[in-house]
């Protein structure tokens, strides 16, 4: 697989087993290859413990992985901590308490999503420049977020505050957004809000992104790329033209077909 100048993401060979030797060994991954152009949206599905969220924590840096290679801009990052990797990578969880400070207002979350990936002061400053720039990325929610800078976020419906979550995760133009099944935990109406507000984003900044969803039909309507994985491996890898031409039923047919191939050849 190679790392050229097309390549914003790339994914090589990458394994995780944990608790290995043991009863309770789990080879979570087990040679995950796929690659991501500049702007590309990948929308990544499997059934419950296919290994989505292992990928998502290894590519953040919240696991270590066993081998393999994790490449961003086609800088190898699987051996950096977290904290480093933050002002490549940024997420968004399922749980959105998870992406806030409740206690705190709109205009300070966003000022420490700002000094992400930084070196931090104790004092929180925020300047009339930062308010300028917390409006202008608010603006196009049509939540009216920008006219309630000072408001405590806990004031906000999870909806509003999953959206706010996405412009602090993305305010610094990340390398790779990940996107945790973000609206699982949302209503639907708030859930179409925050997935107008993703596909927005996205396409306004050309942020190369993966989104985790158990939301079939959020996988056939959004992004351009869909990565299918099954037991640590990426059984389904679509691009553009031939995700545009699947259904919600088609693509239960490719994965029922996909494992079925694999019990085979196993």
């Not at 104790?122 to 009216?144: C, H, K």
């Not at 959206?163 to 859930?191: F, G, V, W």
């Not at 553009?240 to 050849?265: I, P």
């Amino acid at each position: 697989m190679s790392n050229n100048h097309r390549t914003a993401v790339a994914v090589e060979g990458v394994q995780r087993t944990f608790h290995p030797g043991t009863v309770q060994e789990k080879r979570a991954l087990r040679g995950i290859d796929f690659e991501l152009e500049p702007g590309d949206f990948a929308v990544v599905i499997g059934s419950n413990g296919a290994g989505k969220s292992t990928l998502l924590n290894a590519l953040a840096g919240e696991i270590s992985v066993d081998s393999g290679h994790i490449s961003v801009d086609g800088i190898q990052i699987q051996s950096w901590p977290t904290h480093r990797r933050a002002r490549l990578v940024s997420r968004v969880f399922q749980d959105p308490m998870m992406g806030t400070a409740a206690a705190l207002t709109i205009e300070e979350n966003l000022s420490i999503a700002r000094r992400r990936g930084h070196r931090r002061n104790l004092r929180l400053s925020i300047r009339n420049d930062d308010r300028r720039v917390f409006r202008e990325r608010l603006a196009p929610l049509g939540l009216g977020l920008e006219n309630r800078l000072t408001d405590r976020v806990d004031l906000l419906s999870g909806g509003q505050r999953q959206s706010l979550t996405l412009i602090m995760a993305t305010l610094n133009q990340p390398r790779l957004l990940l996107l945790d099944e973000h609206t699982a935990a949302l209503d639907p109406r708030a859930a179409e809000l925050v997935m107008n507000a993703t596909t927005q984003t996205v396409e306004e900044h050309h942020t190369t992104t993966l989104m985790v969803t158990h939301n079939m039909n959020h996988a056939i309507t959004f992004g351009n790329r869909l990565l299918m994985i099954h037991e640590g491996r990426v059984i389904f890898n679509a691009g553009a033209e031939e995700k545009s031409k699947l259904t919600a039923s088609g693509l239960v047919d490719r994965f029922h077909d996909a494992v079925s191939d694999r019990m085979v050849l196993n």
